[in-house]
Nanobody, 130 residues
């Protein structure tokens, strides 16, 4: 089973940027769709962005479109999330996620849920100060 380790979280002022990275242990990461979710204190885990195994397809939550960019480097087994123009309400623990099945891209109604996730990273804290 793939193992995921996030990095890149930290404290940033509102309007600033952070780049999160997720390193995967599996050599065939390209077979898996990947994504990022976040969870603020007292709230449910919510979808942020997802990317297909090849990197050709991406999908974003409406709240982050135009500000966040998900990308992957299958040769390095990494998935990244570039976050720009961060807002205080985006303070949360950010989790990397890997699909539980290989070689598929989910319908939008599915990709925005946690139902497709087979593996979670341990999470990285992002704090946006006002």
């Amino acid at each position: 089973q793939v193992q995921l380790v996030e990095s890149g979280g930290g404290l940033v002022q509102a309007g600033g940027s952070l780049r999160l990275s997720c390193a995967a242990s599996r050599r065939t990461l390209s077979s898996y769709a990947m994504g990022w979710f976040r969870q603020a204190p007292g709230k449910e885990r919510e979808f942020v962005a997802a990317i297909s195994g090849s990197g050709e397809r991406t999908y974003y939550a409406d709240s982050v479109k135009g500000r966040f960019t998900i990308s992957r480097d299958n040769a390095k087994n990494t998935v990244n999330l570039q976050m720009n123009s961060l807002k205080p309400e985006e303070t949360a623990v950010y989790y990397c996620a890997a699909d539980r099945m290989t070689h598929r891209w989910m319908p939008i109604v599915v990709v925005t849920t946690t139902s497709w996730v087979g593996t979670w990273g341990q999470g990285t804290q992002v704090t946006v100060s006002s």
